[in-house]
């Protein structure tokens, strides 16, 4: 079973405002990322992470901003949101060679439904 | 990069067997594959991956092509809960999983 836990699954939310979607492992992994998936549509990279104090923006450009302080937690930051930032977001991890262990899965949480009025 | 090409959607019964194929003519000598699925309403899940061996583990079998340019994934026994989109994708490494549109797998019961 995979303990990878993002919060909220869902949110409302008036443009403007700031969000921070949550995204939280616990299987110790090294590397943490960031997916966006409109309904019906691909899946695409927004931020990853190798470890602490590592992110690198991904295929997609995302005016959203990442943190990765602690290896457990890797949180998504929109500053001001709107309403192109509708979408759900998925957070996943998975271990990094040298950690031993299965090194390609990738472990995908709940995701995050975001709608921006 | 390589990319994969998958039908859009296929269509199987319960209880039969499903071959979802995956065309990958530019794969590099590096590139794992590896298949992915989405259920409804959930984030995707692993499947399998392999080099160049076919692999069969607990959820499926991948059946790799001898030049590597194409691959099936195969469900032995399709249930309901397999109904999902299912995604082919090549990767060194997993910083660089591309998903692309997938396969949309409907079971029939």
């Known amino acids: 079973e995979a303990d990878i836990y993002q919060t909220p699954r869902y949110l409302v939310i008036g443009t403007g405002k700031k969000i921070t979607l949550e995204c939280s492992q616990t299987m110790g992994h090294d590397k943490m990322y960031w997916y966006q998936q409109d309904p019906g549509m691909e899946l695409h990279l927004i931020h990853y992470?190798?470890?602490?104090?590592?992110?690198e923006k991904g295929d997609l450009s995302s005016e959203s901003t990442v943190s990765r302080i602690r290896t457990e937690h890797f949180p998504l930051t929109l500053e001001s949101a709107r309403p192109s930032h509708t979408s759900q977001y998925l957070c996943?991890?998975?271990?990094?060679?040298?950690?031993?262990?299965?090194?390609?899965?990738?472990?995908f949480g709940p995701g995050t439904r975001l709608t921006v009025t | 990069d390589a990319k994969t090409t998958q039908p859009n959607s296929m269509e199987s019964n319960e209880e039969e067997p499903v071959h979802l194929p995956c065309n990958h003519s530019t794969i590099s000598g590096t590139d794992y594959i590896h298949w992915y699925r989405q259920l409804p309403s959930q984030g995707p899940e692993y499947v399998i991956h392999?080099?160049?061996s076919n692999v069969n583990n607990r959820m499926a079998s991948l059946a790799i092509a001898e030049d590597r340019k194409s691959s099936t994934l195969i469900l032995h026994r399709a249930t309901l809960r397999d109904a999902a989109v299912y995604y082919c994708?090549?990767?060194?490494?997993?910083?660089?999983?591309?998903f692309g549109a997938g396969t949309r797998l409907t079971v029939k019961p």
């Open positions: 992470s190798y470890g602490v104090n590592s992110t």
């Open positions: 996943a991890s998975s271990e990094s060679p040298g950690q031993g262990g299965f090194y390609y899965e990738q472990y």
């Open positions: 392999g080099l160049t």
């Open positions: 994708i090549l990767s060194y490494n997993n910083n660089d999983m591309r």
